[in-house]
């Protein structure tokens, strides 16, 4: 799904400031190398993070969206340490029923309907 799909997904299913949260969290457990998503579905939730990135969450903000900016430009062991430790925080914030809620919504939703890996270089 190229980054205008994922912006017509989102169009098409309106995110909660919840919603918002848990695709942060996702980000940053992407970015820490701990995210068990394959290559394409770690491409669409980047993509679905960059579409909702500034809209209000919940519980996560300004301070989480600053380090993912960092955590893209530095791939550091220290900086993915340091990434691992704020998203453990990140999603204590969440319950698991809201995270399982989500992403149950995201598949429901079709958000990776007929990706193959030829997309992820788009």
């Known amino acids: 799904m190229t980054a205008d799909?994922?912006?017509?997904?989102?169009?098409a299913h309106p995110l909660s400031a919840s919603d918002?949260?848990?695709?942060?969290?996702?980000m940053l457990k992407i970015l820490d190398?701990?995210?068990?998503?394959?290559?394409v579905d770690k491409v669409v939730m980047a993509r679905l993070y960059d579409v909702v990135r500034d809209r209000p969450g919940l519980r996560l903000g300004d301070e989480c969206h600053a380090l993912i900016a960092s955590a893209r430009?530095?791939?550091?062991e220290a900086m993915?340490?340091?990434?691992?430790?704020?998203?453990v925080l990140a999603e204590t914030?969440?319950?698991?029923?809201?995270?399982?809620?989500?992403?149950?919504?995201?598949r429901e939703q079709e958000l990776f309907a007929g990706l193959g890996e030829e997309e992820v270089a788009e």
């Open 5 to 11: 799909e994922v912006s017509a997904w989102v169009r």
């Open 80 to 87: 993915k340490i340091f990434v691992y430790e704020k998203r």
């Open 73 to 76: 430009s530095d791939a550091s």
């Open 93 to 106: 914030a969440i319950s698991r029923p809201v995270m399982k809620a989500f992403k149950a919504m995201i």
């Open 20 to 26: 918002v949260d848990c695709a942060t969290a996702v």
């Open 33 to 39: 190398g701990k995210c068990k998503m394959g290559a």
